[in-house]
Structure formats: C-alpha cells, structure tokens
C-alpha cells in the first residue's frame, strides 16, 4: 500500500525558509484523485492544517500561512514539496504530510511519521 | 483561522461508551458534512476514524461512530478498550474565500 516519508532539515534559521519533501512509495502520486497535505503539530499541541496539492497543480493554502507558503508537486520523483518562509520560532512543529481522496473530499487516510522541524539561531 | 472546540479530555472505564463533542459554526460543522476525526497516540501520526460525519474507513472498528446535529458533531466510542487511550481531533471544511480545512482543539480519552 502506499507509504510516505517527510524528509528535509531538522534545524532552520529564524527568516530562512523551511523546506520538506514528501516521498511516495508503494504507488504513483499521479494516479487515481487523491490530493497530497501539510499538516504541522506544535509538541504538546493541536493539528494545524497547512494546505494541499492536487496532482493537477491547484492549490488550496491555510489563509494565516497563505503568504508564506508554497506546496509543489514533482510527479517525476514521485514526492510533494512544502517550503514555508521567513520563519520563526512559531514555526517549530512535527511537520506531517498525508493523503487524501479516498475517503471523501477531506478524509486523510495516509499519512507519514512525521518529522520535527525546530527553528532556532 | 479559530479551531473547532472540542472538551480538553474525556473519561470512561473498560466497556462503556463515550462520546466527544466537536463544536464548530455554520461556516463549517453546520453547514457541510465533511467533518472527519482522527485518532493519534503519543509520537505517532494520526489515524483517520470517521470521514464525511459518520463514515468509517475500511478496517476501522464499528465501535467508532459518528454524528452531527446543527454545529456540533459527535464521536462515539462504545465498548471502551484501553488501546483507546489516546487523543482525539476533529475536522472539517470551513466555507471561506477559498477552501479551507479547520482541525478541533483536541480530546484526550483516558480509560479508568
């Protein structure tokens, strides 16, 4: 079935731009109708929904993080990509990505293990 | 953006059933059935239980159910098991200027 893994820096400069990836395996991220998220979880907090990418290019963003964030898609590679600028401390959170689509328009059956991005000098 | 407010934690002991509340507005919970809830214990990602208020995923145990009545949707745990002791989050589509998807506060369920 298909699996997904964050990867990128787990230490990012305040004002730097944090960027993730979001690997696909067990399936291609092209098929079927699914749309591919950020999600991102302060430690000890809530789920913050980030935004989402559909295999087409459209783009829905969280409006609080609207200006700052960009999801892409790289269907060659077979992943998803988040960069988030100009970061704070605000910004430090387990960042996950998953899937949707199977499961309605907003059900996220898939998701990766998630990986913990701390900002900080 | 607000989150959905759900109870900051909820009790039961083995066996018997309980339900978290997920309290949103008519620009979301009211007015659309695209509320979902997630499971997550500690250091794991998320699970999702229910989709679209009261549909469950292939594999997820009958005993997880949910429900909606004007801004409020509900969960449902029957049968409490300790494997359930975890949190738990809502969601749900919010109607804005663009499409926009709002998770719950967060439940913690603890099994006596």
């Known amino acids: 079935q298909v699996q997904l893994q964050e990867s990128g820096p787990g230490l990012v400069k305040p004002s730097q731009t944090l960027s993730l990836t979001c690997s696909v395996s067990?399936?291609?991220?092209?098929?079927?109708?699914?749309?591919w998220s950020w999600i991102r979880q302060p430690a000890g907090k809530g789920l913050e929904w980030i935004g989402r990418?559909?295999?087409?290019?459209?783009?829905n963003y969280n409006p609080s993080l609207k200006s700052r964030v960009t999801i892409s898609v790289d269907t060659s590679r077979n992943q998803f990509s988040l960069r988030l600028s100009s970061v704070t401390a605000a910004d430090t959170a387990v960042y996950y990505c998953a899937r949707g689509g199977d499961y309605g328009d907003y059900g996220m059956d898939v998701w990766g293990q998630g990986t913990t991005v701390t900002v900080s000098s | 953006q607000s989150a959905l407010t759900q109870p900051a934690s909820v009790s039961g002991s083995p066996g018997q059933s309980i339900t978290i509340s997920c309290t949103g507005t008519?620009?979301?919970?009211?007015?659309?059935?695209?509320v979902s809830w997630y499971q997550q214990h500690p250091g794991q990602a998320p699970k999702l239980m229910i989709y679209?208020?009261?549909n469950r995923p292939s594999g997820v145990s009958n005993r997880f159910s949910g429900s909606k009545s004007g801004n409020t949707a509900s969960l449902t745990i029957s049968g409490l098991q300790a494997e359930d002791e975890c949190d738990y989050y809502c969601?749900?589509?919010?109607?804005?200027?663009?499409?926009?998807?709002?998770f719950g506060t967060g439940t913690k369920v603890t099994v006596l």
């Open positions: 067990g399936g291609s991220i092209s098929s079927g109708s699914y749309y």
């Open positions: 969601s749900s589509y919010r109607i804005s200027s663009i499409p926009l998807y709002v």
């Open positions: 679209d208020v009261s």
């Open positions: 008519s620009s979301d919970v009211g007015d659309y059935n695209y």
């Open positions: 990418i559909y295999i087409s290019g459209s783009t």
